[in-house]
């Protein structure tokens, strides 16, 4: 993708996050663009860089290990966020590279995460993902249990920042937005990991602190 295309892409998606938030009476600055750049080459990751693009996620712990390295040591600032399902047994992988962690979801995970902080001396931010719509074969905590879970997380030091969801395809999200955006209030929780391409100002409207935007800003992946 050439850096003007990447630079028109950026502008539009955030000029989208400012409207939605101005719309909900919320500072825009206080919603994160997170570029999911997941299957996307280096090649097609540096033009959004380029065009000033600093935050971005990825959903394979491998995948991640394989470009990102790399692309660091050329700018610096970059943050990254891991947004899919994590096995236990990548926890210190993750732990290593990542500074945020959306898929938080069960109680296995949430000792693997604190035992590989306390090893590497370094907390990414942690979000507890919870399976708004209970549906099977999601990742996410079910709702039922997300006050368990986070209680564990808490007694293991997790910085827990906040809740992930991702909705049911084609359904409308906002009530699923609205009510992760309930149960972070109900446990003091600030962060509300919540939208991607086709929903994110849904997302801004209704709380939204981090957004999860791959396709509006890559085109289509394969
Ligand atoms: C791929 C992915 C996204 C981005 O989806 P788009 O529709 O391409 O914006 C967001 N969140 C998660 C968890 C993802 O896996």
Known sequence: MPIDEA????????ARIVRAAKTAGRAADAVTLIAISKTHDAGTIAPLIAAGQR?????????????????????SGIALHLVGQLQSNKA???????DAIHSVDRPSLVQALARA?????????????VNIGDEEQKGGCAVAELPALLAEARAADLPVQ???????????AAPYFALL??????????????GMSGD???????????????????????
């Open 92 to 98: 210190e992988d993750a732990v290593a590279l990542f």
């Open 181 to 194: 955006a309930k149960i972070a209030r109900d446990h003091g929780l600030g962060g509300l990991s919540m």
């Open 55 to 75: 935050v971005f996620g990825e959903n394979r712990v491998q995948e991640a290990e394989g470009k990102w390295p790399k692309l660091r040591e050329a700018t």
């Open 7 to 14: 630079s028109q892409r950026l502008a539009d998606v955030r």
């Open 117 to 129: 902080m306390d090893k590497a001396g370094k907390r990414p931010a942690c979000f507890l993902q």
């Open 162 to 172: 906040g809740l992930m969801c991702v909705p049911p395809l084609d359904l409308e």
């Open 200 to 222: 994110f100002e849904t997302a801004v409207t209704i709380g939204a602190t981090h957004v999860r935007v791959g396709t509006a800003l890559f085109g289509a992946r394969a």
